[in-house]
Protein backbone atom coordinates (compact mmCIF):
# COMPACT_ATOMS: atom_id res chain seq x y z
CA UNK A 1 0.00 0.00 0.00
CA UNK A 2 0.98 3.41 -1.18
CA UNK A 3 1.89 5.94 2.13
CA UNK A 4 -0.81 8.16 1.94
CA UNK A 5 -0.13 12.02 0.99
CA UNK A 6 -1.04 13.48 4.28
CA UNK A 7 0.96 10.97 6.23
CA UNK A 8 4.04 11.53 4.51
CA UNK A 9 6.42 13.79 6.91
CA UNK A 10 7.43 17.21 6.73
CA UNK A 11 11.11 17.60 7.70
CA UNK A 12 10.51 16.55 11.40
CA UNK A 13 13.13 19.26 12.01
CA UNK A 14 12.60 21.47 14.75
CA UNK A 15 9.08 21.30 15.21
CA UNK A 16 7.54 23.71 17.50
CA UNK A 17 4.80 22.29 19.66
CA UNK A 18 1.99 23.86 21.68
CA UNK A 19 1.06 24.33 25.13
CA UNK A 20 -1.18 21.15 25.29
CA UNK A 21 1.43 19.24 23.38
CA UNK A 22 2.13 16.90 26.32
CA UNK A 23 -1.97 16.23 26.62
CA UNK A 24 -2.71 15.06 22.90
CA UNK A 25 -0.05 12.86 23.36
CA UNK A 26 -1.54 11.53 26.81
CA UNK A 27 -4.61 11.50 25.09
CA UNK A 28 -3.50 8.92 22.19
CA UNK A 29 -3.07 11.43 19.71
CA UNK A 30 -1.24 10.53 16.30
CA UNK A 31 0.90 13.28 15.86
CA UNK A 32 1.93 15.01 12.09
CA UNK A 33 4.39 17.76 11.16
CA UNK A 34 1.49 20.72 10.28
CA UNK A 35 2.51 24.45 9.83
CA UNK A 36 6.24 24.02 11.69
CA UNK A 37 4.12 21.95 14.78
CA UNK A 38 3.98 18.67 15.73
CA UNK A 39 -0.22 19.02 15.98
CA UNK A 40 -2.49 15.98 16.73
CA UNK A 41 -4.44 15.03 13.11
CA UNK A 42 -7.06 12.83 15.39
CA UNK A 43 -7.17 10.94 18.70
CA UNK A 44 -7.70 7.26 19.42
CA UNK A 45 -11.92 7.62 17.70
CA UNK A 46 -10.68 8.35 14.49
CA UNK A 47 -11.39 11.65 12.33
CA UNK A 48 -14.97 10.06 11.53
CA UNK A 49 -16.37 9.83 14.93
CA UNK A 50 -14.64 12.84 15.64
CA UNK A 51 -16.27 15.01 13.14
CA UNK A 52 -20.01 13.48 14.03
CA UNK A 53 -19.37 13.73 17.54
CA UNK A 54 -18.35 17.87 17.21
CA UNK A 55 -21.66 18.03 14.88
CA UNK A 56 -23.76 16.42 17.93
CA UNK A 57 -21.99 17.59 21.04
CA UNK A 58 -19.46 19.29 21.52
CA UNK A 59 -15.21 19.19 19.94
CA UNK A 60 -11.91 20.95 21.98
CA UNK A 61 -9.90 21.94 19.42
CA UNK A 62 -5.72 23.01 19.85
CA UNK A 63 -5.49 25.97 17.84
CA UNK A 64 -2.26 27.43 19.44
CA UNK A 65 -0.60 27.25 16.22
CA UNK A 66 -2.13 30.29 14.76
CA UNK A 67 -1.10 33.65 15.15
CA UNK A 68 -2.24 36.18 17.69
CA UNK A 69 -1.38 39.72 17.98
CA UNK A 70 -2.13 43.23 19.24
CA UNK A 71 -2.02 45.93 16.65
CA UNK A 72 -1.75 49.21 19.80
CA UNK A 73 -1.42 52.74 18.56
CA UNK A 74 -2.65 56.20 20.15
CA UNK A 75 -6.47 55.47 19.33
CA UNK A 76 -8.76 52.77 17.47
CA UNK A 77 -9.73 55.41 14.80
CA UNK A 78 -5.51 55.16 14.18
CA UNK A 79 -5.23 51.52 14.39
CA UNK A 80 -8.58 50.84 12.34
CA UNK A 81 -7.24 53.00 9.87
CA UNK A 82 -3.57 51.46 9.38
CA UNK A 83 -5.35 47.71 8.94
CA UNK A 84 -7.79 49.10 6.34
CA UNK A 85 -4.43 49.73 4.04
CA UNK A 86 -4.12 46.27 4.19
CA UNK A 87 -7.31 44.62 4.07
CA UNK A 88 -10.10 45.52 2.09
CA UNK A 89 -12.60 45.14 5.67
CA UNK A 90 -14.45 47.41 6.60
CA UNK A 91 -12.48 47.64 10.06
CA UNK A 92 -13.38 51.29 11.03
CA UNK A 93 -16.96 50.69 11.15
CA UNK A 94 -16.37 47.42 13.77
CA UNK A 95 -18.66 48.10 17.09
CA UNK A 96 -16.52 47.50 19.95
CA UNK A 97 -16.48 43.80 21.16
CA UNK A 98 -17.43 42.90 17.18
CA UNK A 99 -15.20 40.50 15.53
CA UNK A 100 -14.75 40.78 11.29
CA UNK A 101 -13.63 37.96 8.74
CA UNK A 102 -11.16 39.98 6.49
CA UNK A 103 -7.96 39.41 3.92
CA UNK A 104 -4.40 40.66 3.57
CA UNK A 105 -4.19 41.29 -0.03
CA UNK A 106 -0.85 42.33 -1.90
CA UNK A 107 -1.01 44.92 -4.55
CA UNK A 108 -2.26 42.80 -7.47
CA UNK A 109 -5.64 41.75 -5.00
CA UNK A 110 -3.97 38.32 -4.76
CA UNK A 111 -4.69 37.04 -0.62
CA UNK A 112 -1.84 36.84 1.06
CA UNK A 113 -3.45 35.42 4.04
CA UNK A 114 -7.24 35.46 5.48
CA UNK A 115 -7.59 36.46 9.09
CA UNK A 116 -10.08 37.50 12.55
CA UNK A 117 -9.95 41.26 13.21
CA UNK A 118 -11.45 41.89 16.81
CA UNK A 119 -11.95 45.21 18.21
CA UNK A 120 -12.05 44.88 21.69
CA UNK A 121 -14.99 45.49 24.11
CA UNK A 122 -13.06 46.46 27.06
CA UNK A 123 -12.33 50.23 27.39
CA UNK A 124 -8.85 49.53 28.44
CA UNK A 125 -7.94 48.14 24.99
CA UNK A 126 -9.70 50.60 23.22
CA UNK A 127 -6.68 51.45 21.32
CA UNK A 128 -6.04 48.15 20.10
CA UNK A 129 -7.31 45.61 17.51
CA UNK A 130 -6.71 42.05 18.06
CA UNK A 131 -5.95 39.84 15.17
CA UNK A 132 -5.60 36.15 14.57
CA UNK A 133 -4.26 35.14 11.40
CA UNK A 134 -2.75 31.17 9.70
CA UNK A 135 0.06 29.42 11.74
CA UNK A 136 1.83 28.89 8.05
CA UNK A 137 1.42 32.50 7.17
CA UNK A 138 2.30 34.19 10.58
CA UNK A 139 5.70 35.49 10.72
CA UNK A 140 5.17 36.34 7.00
CA UNK A 141 1.95 38.51 8.29
CA UNK A 142 2.85 39.66 11.17
CA UNK A 143 6.44 41.18 8.93
CA UNK A 144 4.16 42.52 6.08
CA UNK A 145 1.85 44.33 9.14
CA UNK A 146 5.09 45.61 10.75
CA UNK A 147 6.18 46.80 7.71
CA UNK A 148 3.18 49.20 7.22
CA UNK A 149 2.58 50.11 10.74
CA UNK A 150 2.80 54.36 10.87
CA UNK A 151 4.64 55.86 14.14
CA UNK A 152 3.27 55.24 17.21
CA UNK A 153 1.69 52.14 16.32
CA UNK A 154 3.32 49.11 16.86
CA UNK A 155 2.28 45.23 16.48
CA UNK A 156 2.70 42.72 19.67
CA UNK A 157 2.71 39.15 18.88
CA UNK A 158 1.11 36.92 21.69
CA UNK A 159 3.55 33.72 21.60
CA UNK A 160 2.72 33.79 25.59
CA UNK A 161 -1.21 32.60 24.45
CA UNK A 162 -2.74 29.80 23.21
CA UNK A 163 -5.94 29.17 21.08
CA UNK A 164 -8.59 26.20 22.11
CA UNK A 165 -11.43 26.40 20.22
CA UNK A 166 -14.90 24.52 21.76
CA UNK A 167 -17.37 23.65 19.28
CA UNK A 168 -20.95 22.29 18.40
CA UNK A 169 -24.39 22.23 19.44
CA UNK A 170 -23.96 21.47 23.31
CA UNK A 171 -20.65 24.04 23.32
CA UNK A 172 -22.18 27.07 24.48
CA UNK A 173 -24.16 24.51 27.31
CA UNK A 174 -21.18 23.03 28.33
CA UNK A 175 -18.97 26.87 28.02
CA UNK A 176 -21.35 28.45 30.24
CA UNK A 177 -20.52 26.17 33.34
CA UNK A 178 -17.19 27.83 33.27
CA UNK A 179 -18.18 31.67 32.09
CA UNK A 180 -21.90 32.13 32.44
CA UNK A 181 -21.45 35.53 30.84
CA UNK A 182 -20.10 33.95 27.65
CA UNK A 183 -23.74 32.42 26.57
CA UNK A 184 -25.35 36.06 26.19
CA UNK A 185 -23.05 36.82 23.48
CA UNK A 186 -23.61 37.04 19.65
CA UNK A 187 -21.68 35.22 17.12
CA UNK A 188 -18.84 37.21 15.46
CA UNK A 189 -18.12 39.01 19.00
CA UNK A 190 -15.44 38.57 21.40
CA UNK A 191 -15.42 39.58 25.28
CA UNK A 192 -12.50 39.41 27.73
CA UNK A 193 -13.72 36.94 30.93
CA UNK A 194 -12.95 34.91 33.55
CA UNK A 195 -13.15 30.85 32.35
CA UNK A 196 -12.77 28.43 35.13
CA UNK A 197 -11.01 31.69 36.68
CA UNK A 198 -8.58 31.78 33.91
CA UNK A 199 -8.70 35.53 32.00
CA UNK A 200 -9.34 34.91 28.43
CA UNK A 201 -10.06 36.77 25.97
CA UNK A 202 -13.71 34.65 24.02
CA UNK A 203 -14.62 34.90 20.86
CA UNK A 204 -18.03 33.71 19.71
CA UNK A 205 -16.81 32.08 16.25
CA UNK A 206 -15.27 28.91 14.70
CA UNK A 207 -14.48 27.07 11.98
CA UNK A 208 -16.69 24.24 11.55
CA UNK A 209 -20.07 25.61 10.97
CA UNK A 210 -21.26 24.98 14.39
CA UNK A 211 -21.70 27.39 17.25
CA UNK A 212 -19.15 28.13 19.83
CA UNK A 213 -16.38 29.90 20.84
CA UNK A 214 -12.56 30.43 20.37
CA UNK A 215 -10.64 31.15 23.37
CA UNK A 216 -7.37 32.96 24.03
CA UNK A 217 -5.76 31.91 27.21
CA UNK A 218 -2.55 32.17 28.88
CA UNK A 219 0.11 29.60 27.75
CA UNK A 220 0.55 28.69 31.91
CA UNK A 221 -3.19 28.12 32.02
CA UNK A 222 -3.86 26.07 28.67
CA UNK A 223 -3.64 22.54 29.90
CA UNK A 224 -5.84 23.57 32.90
CA UNK A 225 -8.38 25.33 31.12
CA UNK A 226 -8.32 22.38 28.16
CA UNK A 227 -8.71 19.66 30.51
CA UNK A 228 -11.83 21.27 32.70
CA UNK A 229 -13.33 21.44 29.11
CA UNK A 230 -12.50 17.84 28.49
CA UNK A 231 -13.62 16.67 31.85
CA UNK A 232 -17.49 17.41 30.36
CA UNK A 233 -19.28 14.54 29.44
CA UNK A 234 -20.24 16.16 26.02
CA UNK A 235 -16.66 17.12 25.36
CA UNK A 236 -14.03 15.45 23.42
CA UNK A 237 -10.66 16.21 22.30
CA UNK A 238 -10.78 16.93 17.75
CA UNK A 239 -7.86 16.51 15.35
CA UNK A 240 -6.63 18.97 12.84
CA UNK A 241 -8.26 15.74 10.37
CA UNK A 242 -11.84 16.35 11.36
CA UNK A 243 -11.36 19.82 11.75
CA UNK A 244 -10.86 19.88 7.62
CA UNK A 245 -13.49 18.12 7.32
CA UNK A 246 -15.96 20.19 9.40
CA UNK A 247 -14.66 23.35 7.88
CA UNK A 248 -15.04 21.89 4.24
CA UNK A 249 -18.81 20.70 4.97
CA UNK A 250 -19.17 24.70 6.23
CA UNK A 251 -18.09 25.22 2.49
CA UNK A 252 -15.03 27.44 4.69
CA UNK A 253 -12.12 28.43 3.00
CA UNK A 254 -8.82 26.63 3.70
CA UNK A 255 -5.43 29.09 3.30
CA UNK A 256 -3.18 27.85 0.86
CA UNK A 257 -5.79 25.61 -0.71
CA UNK A 258 -9.12 27.12 -1.22
CA UNK A 259 -7.07 30.89 -1.71
CA UNK A 260 -3.75 32.04 -2.18
CA UNK A 261 -1.93 35.29 -3.89
CA UNK A 262 -2.84 33.95 -7.01
CA UNK A 263 -6.73 34.66 -6.31
CA UNK A 264 -8.68 37.40 -5.87
CA UNK A 265 -11.64 38.39 -3.51
CA UNK A 266 -14.03 37.84 -5.90
CA UNK A 267 -12.88 34.86 -7.94
CA UNK A 268 -12.64 33.54 -4.46
CA UNK A 269 -16.43 34.08 -3.81
CA UNK A 270 -15.34 36.54 -0.62
CA UNK A 271 -16.97 39.37 -1.88
CA UNK A 272 -19.07 40.45 1.22
CA UNK A 273 -15.53 40.52 2.90
CA UNK A 274 -15.30 43.76 0.89
CA UNK A 275 -17.12 46.55 3.05
CA UNK A 276 -19.40 48.46 0.67
CA UNK A 277 -17.30 52.04 2.22
CA UNK A 278 -14.16 50.61 0.94
CA UNK A 279 -15.27 49.92 -2.55
CA UNK A 280 -16.25 53.28 -2.82
CA UNK A 281 -13.08 54.84 -1.24
CA UNK A 282 -10.91 51.96 -3.46
CA UNK A 283 -8.17 52.47 -1.35
CA UNK A 284 -7.16 49.56 -0.49
CA UNK A 285 -4.52 46.84 -2.06
CA UNK A 286 -5.53 45.15 -5.36
CA UNK A 287 -8.30 48.02 -5.60
CA UNK A 288 -8.27 48.36 -9.33
CA UNK A 289 -8.34 44.47 -10.51
CA UNK A 290 -10.88 43.91 -7.48
CA UNK A 291 -13.07 46.58 -8.17
CA UNK A 292 -12.34 45.51 -12.18
CA UNK A 293 -13.88 41.64 -10.85
CA UNK A 294 -16.80 43.79 -9.21
CA UNK A 295 -18.02 45.48 -12.47
CA UNK A 296 -17.18 43.71 -15.23
CA UNK A 297 -17.08 39.85 -13.59
CA UNK A 298 -14.13 37.33 -13.32
CA UNK A 299 -13.12 34.59 -15.42
CA UNK A 300 -13.29 31.61 -12.69
CA UNK A 301 -15.35 31.24 -9.91
CA UNK A 302 -14.89 29.01 -6.41
CA UNK A 303 -17.73 26.50 -6.73
CA UNK A 304 -18.83 23.72 -4.01
CA UNK A 305 -18.60 20.51 -6.11
CA UNK A 306 -20.69 17.55 -5.25
CA UNK A 307 -19.14 14.36 -7.02
CA UNK A 308 -22.35 11.74 -7.81
CA UNK A 309 -20.29 8.24 -7.56
CA UNK A 310 -18.64 7.75 -4.22
CA UNK A 311 -14.86 8.20 -5.04
CA UNK A 312 -13.57 10.97 -3.27
CA UNK A 313 -11.80 13.77 -5.40
CA UNK A 314 -8.85 15.03 -3.92
CA UNK A 315 -7.05 18.86 -4.21
CA UNK A 316 -5.64 19.11 -7.57
CA UNK A 317 -8.06 16.99 -9.55
CA UNK A 318 -8.79 18.47 -12.76
CA UNK A 319 -12.20 19.20 -13.40
CA UNK A 320 -13.62 19.14 -17.50
CA UNK A 321 -16.81 20.12 -19.32
CA UNK A 322 -17.74 16.55 -20.62
CA UNK A 323 -16.30 17.05 -24.09
CA UNK A 324 -12.35 17.10 -23.28
CA UNK A 325 -12.12 20.64 -22.41
CA UNK A 326 -10.68 21.41 -18.99
CA UNK A 327 -12.56 23.83 -17.08
CA UNK A 328 -10.74 24.40 -13.67
CA UNK A 329 -9.44 22.32 -10.78
CA UNK A 330 -10.35 21.02 -7.32
CA UNK A 331 -9.00 22.66 -4.23
CA UNK A 332 -9.78 20.79 -1.42
CA UNK A 333 -11.71 17.55 -1.82
CA UNK A 334 -12.76 15.06 0.81
CA UNK A 335 -15.13 12.30 2.35
CA UNK A 336 -17.62 14.72 4.31
CA UNK A 337 -18.59 12.41 6.93
CA UNK A 338 -22.29 14.62 7.88
CA UNK A 339 -22.74 14.45 3.89
CA UNK A 340 -22.27 10.52 3.74
CA UNK A 341 -20.11 11.24 0.64
CA UNK A 342 -17.71 12.95 -0.83
CA UNK A 343 -17.31 16.50 -1.44
CA UNK A 344 -15.27 19.03 -2.85
CA UNK A 345 -14.57 22.80 -3.28
CA UNK A 346 -12.83 23.86 -6.47
CA UNK A 347 -12.07 26.99 -9.24
CA UNK A 348 -14.14 26.48 -12.22
CA UNK A 349 -14.77 28.88 -15.74
CA UNK A 350 -17.39 31.38 -15.02
CA UNK A 351 -19.58 29.55 -17.68
CA UNK A 352 -19.38 26.67 -15.49
CA UNK A 353 -20.10 28.05 -12.41
CA UNK A 354 -23.51 28.09 -12.15
CA UNK A 355 -24.98 25.77 -9.81
CA UNK A 356 -26.96 22.50 -10.99
CA UNK A 357 -23.75 22.37 -13.88
CA UNK A 358 -22.83 18.83 -15.00
CA UNK A 359 -18.97 18.46 -14.67
CA UNK A 360 -16.42 15.70 -14.89
CA UNK A 361 -13.95 15.08 -13.14
CA UNK A 362 -10.95 13.15 -13.41
CA UNK A 363 -9.91 10.59 -10.93
CA UNK A 364 -7.20 8.19 -11.09
CA UNK A 365 -7.62 8.58 -15.61
CA UNK A 366 -10.84 8.17 -15.41
CA UNK A 367 -13.65 10.91 -15.97
CA UNK A 368 -16.31 10.85 -12.97
CA UNK A 369 -19.40 12.73 -13.05
CA UNK A 370 -20.28 15.25 -10.51
CA UNK A 371 -22.18 18.72 -10.19
CA UNK A 372 -21.80 22.23 -9.09
CA UNK A 373 -23.63 23.17 -5.57
CA UNK A 374 -24.03 25.66 -3.36
CA UNK A 375 -22.32 25.84 -0.81
CA UNK A 376 -22.14 25.01 2.41
CA UNK A 377 -22.78 21.29 1.50
CA UNK A 378 -23.90 21.51 5.22
CA UNK A 379 -26.17 24.16 7.36
CA UNK A 380 -24.47 26.52 9.35
CA UNK A 381 -25.76 26.75 13.18
CA UNK A 382 -24.12 30.17 14.48
CA UNK A 383 -25.36 31.71 16.61
CA UNK A 384 -27.70 34.84 15.30
CA UNK A 385 -28.93 37.33 18.25
CA UNK A 386 -32.24 38.72 16.80
CA UNK A 387 -32.37 41.89 15.05
CA UNK A 388 -34.76 43.79 16.79
CA UNK B 1 -3.98 -25.55 4.38
CA UNK B 2 -3.51 -21.72 3.28
CA UNK B 3 -0.23 -20.20 4.05
CA UNK B 4 -0.19 -16.18 4.51
CA UNK B 5 2.73 -13.80 3.30
CA UNK B 6 3.23 -9.91 3.58
CA UNK B 7 5.26 -7.29 1.69
CA UNK B 8 6.88 -4.22 2.96
CA UNK B 9 4.15 -1.94 1.61
CA UNK B 10 1.96 -3.67 4.48
CA UNK B 11 -0.09 -6.00 1.96
CA UNK B 12 -1.13 -9.44 2.84
CA UNK B 13 -1.29 -12.71 0.48
CA UNK B 14 -3.41 -15.60 1.48
CA UNK B 15 -2.51 -18.77 -0.50
CA UNK B 16 -5.48 -21.51 -1.47
CA UNK B 17 -4.44 -23.39 -4.16
CA UNK B 18 -3.24 -21.69 -6.95
CA UNK B 19 -5.56 -18.66 -5.41
CA UNK B 20 -3.92 -15.63 -3.96
CA UNK B 21 -6.21 -13.15 -1.54
CA UNK B 22 -5.02 -9.86 -1.53
CA UNK B 23 -5.99 -7.02 1.27
CA UNK B 24 -3.52 -4.79 3.69
CA UNK B 25 -2.20 -5.42 7.40
CA UNK B 26 -3.82 -4.09 10.66
CA UNK B 27 -0.84 -2.36 10.49
CA UNK B 28 -1.76 -0.59 7.16
CA UNK B 29 -5.51 -0.23 8.19
CA UNK B 30 -4.40 1.48 11.95
CA UNK B 31 -1.86 4.08 9.79
CA UNK B 32 -4.42 4.78 7.27
CA UNK B 33 -7.51 5.76 9.44
CA UNK B 34 -11.77 5.26 8.66
CA UNK B 35 -11.27 4.12 5.46
CA UNK B 36 -14.17 5.41 3.46
CA UNK B 37 -13.80 4.51 0.23
CA UNK B 38 -12.46 1.45 -2.38
CA UNK B 39 -12.03 1.10 -5.51
CA UNK B 40 -11.92 -2.59 -6.11
CA UNK B 41 -10.40 -3.80 -10.28
CA UNK B 42 -12.45 -5.78 -12.97
CA UNK B 43 -12.87 -9.11 -12.69
CA UNK B 44 -10.62 -10.77 -15.23
CA UNK B 45 -7.83 -8.39 -15.41
CA UNK B 46 -4.62 -8.94 -15.17
CA UNK B 47 -2.29 -7.92 -12.66
CA UNK B 48 1.74 -7.86 -12.89
CA UNK B 49 3.61 -7.87 -9.53
CA UNK B 50 3.72 -4.61 -8.03
CA UNK B 51 0.68 -3.55 -10.10
CA UNK B 52 -2.05 -1.49 -8.59
CA UNK B 53 -4.70 -3.64 -7.19
CA UNK B 54 -7.41 -1.23 -5.64
CA UNK B 55 -7.62 2.02 -3.96
CA UNK B 56 -8.12 2.21 -0.36
CA UNK B 57 -8.71 5.89 0.49
CA UNK B 58 -9.77 6.85 3.99
CA UNK B 59 -10.99 10.83 5.25
CA UNK B 60 -7.79 12.45 4.60
CA UNK B 61 -6.01 10.63 1.65
CA UNK B 62 -6.16 7.98 -0.95
CA UNK B 63 -3.71 4.92 -1.62
CA UNK B 64 -3.01 2.49 -3.50
CA UNK B 65 -3.01 -1.24 -2.88
CA UNK B 66 -0.58 -3.27 -5.25
CA UNK B 67 -0.82 -6.64 -5.99
CA UNK B 68 2.24 -8.79 -4.45
CA UNK B 69 1.61 -11.28 -7.07
CA UNK B 70 1.43 -11.45 -10.90
CA UNK B 71 -2.10 -13.54 -12.08
CA UNK B 72 -5.52 -12.84 -13.25
CA UNK B 73 -8.17 -10.81 -11.30
CA UNK B 74 -10.92 -13.52 -10.44
CA UNK B 75 -12.97 -12.38 -7.58
CA UNK B 76 -13.26 -8.80 -5.48
CA UNK B 77 -14.75 -8.09 -2.52
CA UNK B 78 -17.98 -5.73 -3.32
CA UNK B 79 -19.08 -5.81 0.26
CA UNK B 80 -16.37 -3.38 0.46
CA UNK B 81 -18.24 -0.92 -1.76
CA UNK B 82 -21.09 -0.40 0.30
CA UNK B 83 -18.91 -0.92 3.70
CA UNK B 84 -15.81 0.19 3.05
CA UNK B 85 -15.28 0.17 6.99
CA UNK B 86 -14.70 -3.34 7.10
CA UNK B 87 -10.98 -2.41 5.99
CA UNK B 88 -10.86 -0.91 9.91
CA UNK B 89 -13.12 -3.51 11.42
CA UNK B 90 -11.02 -7.16 10.21
CA UNK B 91 -7.96 -6.02 7.70
CA UNK B 92 -7.10 -9.69 7.72
CA UNK B 93 -10.12 -11.45 7.18
CA UNK B 94 -13.72 -9.80 5.87
CA UNK B 95 -11.62 -7.06 5.11
CA UNK B 96 -10.10 -8.57 1.71
CA UNK B 97 -9.58 -6.86 -1.57
CA UNK B 98 -9.39 -8.87 -4.37
CA UNK B 99 -8.40 -12.48 -5.22
CA UNK B 100 -5.98 -13.53 -8.09
CA UNK B 101 -5.17 -16.46 -9.60
CA UNK B 102 -1.43 -16.97 -9.42
CA UNK B 103 0.62 -17.07 -13.01
CA UNK B 104 3.70 -18.06 -11.07
CA UNK B 105 3.91 -19.55 -7.69
CA UNK B 106 7.32 -18.35 -7.12
CA UNK B 107 6.78 -15.35 -6.90
CA UNK B 108 4.58 -15.92 -3.41
CA UNK B 109 7.46 -17.74 -1.90
CA UNK B 110 9.73 -14.95 -2.17
CA UNK B 111 7.52 -13.09 0.21
CA UNK B 112 7.93 -12.93 3.66
CA UNK B 113 6.25 -15.11 6.26
CA UNK B 114 4.67 -13.51 9.32
CA UNK B 115 7.67 -13.68 11.67
CA UNK B 116 9.70 -11.87 8.70
CA UNK B 117 6.57 -8.90 8.86
CA UNK B 118 6.46 -8.71 12.47
CA UNK B 119 9.85 -7.74 12.85
CA UNK B 120 9.78 -5.70 9.80
CA UNK B 121 6.67 -3.57 11.37
CA UNK B 122 8.66 -3.82 14.57
CA UNK B 123 11.55 -1.93 13.21
CA UNK B 124 9.15 0.97 12.04
CA UNK B 125 8.26 2.10 15.15
Not at chain 1, 266 to 285: D, M, Q, S, V, Y
Not at chain 1, 345 to 368: D, F, N, P, Q, S
Not at chain 2, 74 to 81: F, H, I, M, P
Request: glycine share 10%.
Amino acid sequence: MSAPEAHKAESTEELKVTPLHALHVALGAKMVPFAGYDMPVQYKDGVLAEHLHTREAAGLFDVSHMGQAWIEGPDFETVARTVETLTPGDILGLAPGAIRYTLLLNRNGGIKDDLMVTRPAEPARANSLFIIVNAACKDADFAHIAAHLPAGTKLLRLDDRALIALQGPKAVEVFARFAPEAEGMGFMTARAMNVAGIPCLVSRSGYTGEDGYEVSVPNDRAVELAKKLLAEPEVKPIGLGARDSLRLEAGLCLYGHDIDETTTPIEAALGWTIGKRRREEANFPGAKPILGHIASGVARKRVGILPEGKAPARDGTEIYDGQGNKIGGITSGSYGPTVGGPIAMGYVEIGHAKVGTAVELMVRGKGRPAKIVALPFVEKRFHRTEKK
Amino acid sequence: MSEIRFTDQHEWVRLDGDVATIGITDYAQEQLGDVVYVELPDVGKSVAAGDEAAVVESVKAASEVYSPVSGEVVAVNADLEGAPGGVNEDAMGKGWFVKVRLADKSEFAKLMDEDAYKSFVEGLA
